[in-house]
C-alpha cells in the first residue's frame, strides 16, 4: 500500500494539540483502510507534516476530516526509506514523553538543511581519463564525501553517481560539514574534477510533489553557477549558522542577498517551465521577468556570473545530457524536446561544453 505524506498549516499549533488529533486519527484509521505511522510538528513554523500508509489520497483527507476537520494543504506519496534517509525515522520517537492520560506529547521539526554536492559527471570522466582512473577518482570522491557525513552527523538521503544529497537538522554541522568536504576535495582533487557544494534549506512538501524536492531543485541550480569547488549557501541558512562561524575566516562561501536570491529563483523556474520551447527565446525570457533586454542581461551577469543567452543555453545542455542517459530517444528526438531547433547547432554546443558529439555520450553508457 502506498504511503503518504500531507502538510497542515495552523496559526498558533502547538504539540499537545497536535498529539490529541494524532490520537483521533487512530481512532478513525481502521475505517478507511489507513496506518497513521507519525508525524512532525514545528510549533515555530506553524506546520504539521503527517505520515501515513493509505489506500490514496482521498482516503488520507476523508480520515483527516472525519477525525478532526484538519484538511491538509496538500498531499505526496512517498517511499518510506528515503523519508527516513532524510528525517530520520517513519515511526514516533521512542523518548517522546507520555502524559498521564496516555499521550505520546514532542515537538519534533521537520525542516531540514540539505548538503548537495555536484561533481564531473562520471561517463564524461571516463571518457576523459579511461575507467580506471575514473574509477580511482570517483572511489575517493565518494569516501571523502562520507567520511564528513559520518564525522558531521548527516544523513545520506540520495546518491546519483556524481552528486550526493545529504540532510542535517543543524545548519552549523551542515556548514562545517560543506567546508570540511570543500576543503579536501580541493586538495586531493583540484585538478582532476570539477566540484561544486550547496547548501538550502526547507520542508519536506512545498511545491514539489517530490520529497524535499523545491529544496534540492533550487541547490542544484546554485551548483551549477558556482564556481569549482565554492561553496554556495542560501541566505536563510547562513542566518541559521552562528555569528561566529566566519569569524576571520576567509572561507570559499558564496551567497546572495534575500531580493537576489528569490530573482535567482524566479530566473531558474521560468527556465524549468520553458525549457522545452523552441520558441521561447531571451525576448520571451525577459517578458516572462518583467523586465526589458538590458536589465535581464545585467541582472543575471550580476546575480549568475553568466548573460541569459547562456544560462539557457547550459540548462537545456543539461536536461538533454539526462535525456540522453534514458537511452530511448535519438538524437532529433533529443534536440526537438529540450528546445534546439537544429540537430547539428545542439551537437555543435554539446561537443564544446563536454567535449564530445552526444552519439559518442550515447556510446558511453552503453
Not at 569516501?143 to 546519483?160: D, L, M, V
Not at 579536501?184 to 550547496?198: G, L, V, W, Y
Not at 542581461?297 to 542517459?325: C, D, M, Q, V, W
Not at 564530445?356 to 555520450?361: E, F, I, Q, V
Request: hydrophobic share 40%.
Amino acid at each position: 500500500m502506498p504511503i503518504f505524506m500531507d502538510i497542515h498549516l495552523v496559526p498558533g499549533v502547538k504539540a499537545l494539540n497536535v498529539a490529541e488529533a494524532h490520537r483521533k486519527d487512530l481512532l478513525h484509521q481502521e475505517e478507511y483502510g489507513c496506518k497513521c505511522m507519525t508525524y512532525w510538528i514545528d510549533e515555530e513554523r506553524e506546520n504539521i507534516f503527517c505520515l501515513i500508509e493509505a489506500p490514496d489520497k482521498e482516503a488520507v483527507e476523508q480520515m483527516h476530516d472525519k477525525s478532526h476537520g484538519l484538511a491538509p494543504h496538500k498531499i505526496i506519496e512517498v517511499k518510506s526509506n528515503l523519508v527516513e534517509s532524510f528525517l530520520g525515522r517513519i515511526y514516533d520517537p521512542e523518548e517522546a514523553p507520555i502524559t498521564e492520560n496516555g499521550l505520546k506529547v514532542f515537538n519534533d521539526p521537520s525542516f531540514r538543511i540539505l548538503l548537495v554536492t555536484k561533481a564531473s559527471d562520471p561517463n564524461l570522466l571516463k571518457h576523459q581519463y579511461g575507467p580506471e582512473k575514473a574509477n580511482q577518482l570517483l572511489n575517493s570522491h565518494n569516501s571523502i564525501i562520507r567520511k564528513n557525513i559520518s564525522q558531521f552527523e548527516g544523513r545520506e538521503a540520495e546518491f546519483e553517481g556524481s552528486g550526493f544529497v545529504i540532510s542535517f537538522s543543524s545548519a552549523s554541522k551542515a556548514a562545517a560539514c560543506a567546508l570540511a568536504i570543500q576543503e579536501e576535495m580541493f586538495k586531493t582533487h583540484a585538478a582532476d574534477i570539477r566540484f561544486n557544494i550547496a547548501l538550502n534549506g526547507g520542508e519536506p512538501v512545498e511545491k514539489s510533489n517530490q520529497l524535499f524536492g523545491d529544496t534540492i531543485q533550487f541547490a542544484w541550480n546554485m551548483c551549477s553557477i558556482a564556481k569549482d569547488f565554492q561553496v554556495a549557501m542560501t541566505s536563510q541558512v547562513k542566518g541559521l549558522v552562528s555569528k561566529d562561524f566566519f569569524h576571520n575566516k576567509k572561507e570559499p562561501v558564496f551567497s546572495w542577498s534575500p531580493p537576489d536570491e528569490n530573482l535567482l529563483k524566479a530566473l531558474f523556474d521560468i527556465l524549468e517551465n520553458n525549457w522545452q520551447d523552441a520558441s521561447f527565446d531571451i525576448s520571451n525570457y525577459g517578458k516572462a521577468m518583467a523586465m526589458s533586454k538590458s536589465q535581464l542581461y545585467r541582472k543575471t551577469i550580476s546575480i549568475t556570473g553568466h548573460p541569459p543567452n547562456a544560462l539557457l543555453k547550459e540548462f537545456r545542455l543539461e536536461k538533454a545530457k539526462e535525456l540522453l542517459k534514458k537511452r530511448h530517444y535519438n538524437i532529433a528526438q533529443i534536440t526537438f524536446d529540450s528546445g534546439f531547433t537544429s540537430a547539428s547547432y545542439f551537437t555543435k554546443c554539446f561537443k564544446k561544453k563536454y567535449g564530445l558529439g552526444p552519439m559518442a555520450y550515447l556510446d558511453l553508457l552503453r
